[in-house]
T-cell receptor, first 119, second 112 residues
């Protein structure tokens, strides 16, 4: 099956620092990856869509200068939370679209998530 | 994408079948039904998807009504590890490459 990894799984940082989260598709190429954020006892909220080799598309209300997304290869996308503050503390989850199956049955596979705590 | 409605919570005894309903009365002909689940503090896990025929895989069965306005996810023999939030999502075929949008889902609690 398709596997997506995230690193780190958990990070604690001081307010004002930047944190980078990596998302990798391990056994398939992902031209499109997605980043979500999830607050406690809430559902997943889409933050942005990342296409390999092009700029990410951000959802309304998501600050693109604060949440920098880079999708430099077909297996790696990174999310950098710049100048993190306590309100950025959340569970960040990436997913990758497995296009090998072919449209319309392509499926999104999710990483295990990264828990960010900003002190 | 069509809107889905799911009960907020359900309980199931271990070893029994868990039947999770989803209403999608405004579904269009080109929209698939997807089911994912999220176990606490993990990323969502793909379960199954279908268009109009019933589907079965090693994890579950998906029963879609003939008018496609509702569906039921069936876990035939629920275990404690099936305790999770289950999401029913509808997405059009021409939106391949777009993100899945999650609603509130159903919290399934399996107890011994």
């Amino acid at each position: 099956g398709a596997v997506v990894s995230q690193h780190p799984s958990r990070v604690i940082c001081k307010s004002g620092t930047s944190v980078k989260i990596e998302c990798r598709s391990l056994d398939f190429q992902a031209t499109t990856m997605f980043w979500y954020r999830q607050f406690p006892k809430k559902s997943l909220m889409l933050m942005a869509t990342s296409n390999e080799g092009s700029k990410a598309t951000y959802e309304q209300g998501v600050e693109k200068d604060k949440f920098l997304i880079n999708h430099a290869s077909l297996t790696l996308s990174t999310l950098t939370v710049t100048s993190a503050h306590p309100e950025d503390s959340s569970f960040y989850i990436c997913s990758a679209r497995d296009s090998r199956q072919g449209w319309p049955a392509d499926t999104q596979y999710f990483g295990p998530g990264t828990r960010l705590t900003v002190l | 994408d069509a809107k889905t409605t799911q009960p907020p919570s359900m309980d199931c005894a271990e070893g029994r079948a868990a039947n999770l309903p989803c209403n999608h009365s405004t579904i269009s002909g080109n929209e698939y039904v997807y089911w994912y689940r999220q176990i606490h503090s993990q990323g969502p896990q793909y379960i199954i998807h279908g268009l109009k025929n019933n589907e079965t895989n090693e994890m579950a069965s998906l029963i879609i009504t003939e008018d496609r306005k509702s569906s039921t996810l069936i876990l035939p023999h629920a275990t404690l590890r099936d305790t999770a939030v289950y999401y029913c999502i509808v997405r059009a075929v021409n939106q391949a490459g777009t993100a899945l949008i999650f609603g509130k889902g159903t919290t399934l609690s399996v107890s011994s």
